[in-house]
Nanobody, 122 residues
Framework: QVQLVESGGGLVQPGDSLRLSCEGSGRSFGAYAMHWFRQAPGKERDFVAAITWSGESTYYGDSVKDRFTISRDKSKNTVYLEMKNLKPEDTAVYYC???????????????WGQGTQVTVSS
């Protein structure tokens, strides 16, 4: 069993940066690929970024490439999403998710956090 808790969301202005954290619990946490998805009001949940269990490979959605960076610290059981040059269209609830396989769609992932709100507005 893996439990995930996101933190770090908030209200920022366009162009600002923000770092989200996702702390996991469970002995096998380090064996899972980790993901970030986001869901804006009235829209489907979209893939943002993912990182392999080893941390050696990362993947990004087209809308966040070159602005967002995913990383993981196995010693802290934590995955991070560093977000730069935030735009109003980045406003959403951000979720982290864990699965044995790295996925770019939100169906079938085994564990989910409760989400953290990010609002980008002037």
């Amino acid at each position: 069993q893996v439990q995930l808790v996101e933190s770090g969301g908030g209200l920022v202005q366009p162009g600002d940066s923000l770092r989200l954290s996702c702390e996991g619990s469970g002995r096998s946490f380090g064996a899972y690929a980790m993901h970030w998805f986001r869901q804006a009001p009235g829209k489907e949940r979209d893939f943002v970024a993912a990182i392999t269990w080893s941390g050696e490979s990362t993947y990004y959605g087209d809308s966040v490439k070159d602005r967002f960076t995913i990383s993981r610290d196995k010693s802290k059981n934590t995955v991070y999403l560093e977000m730069k040059n935030l735009k109003p269209e980045d406003t959403a609830v951000y979720y982290c998710a864990a699965d044995g396989l790295l996925r770019v769609h939100d169906s079938g992932l085994e564990y989910w956090g409760q989400g953290t709100q990010v609002t980008v507005s002037s």
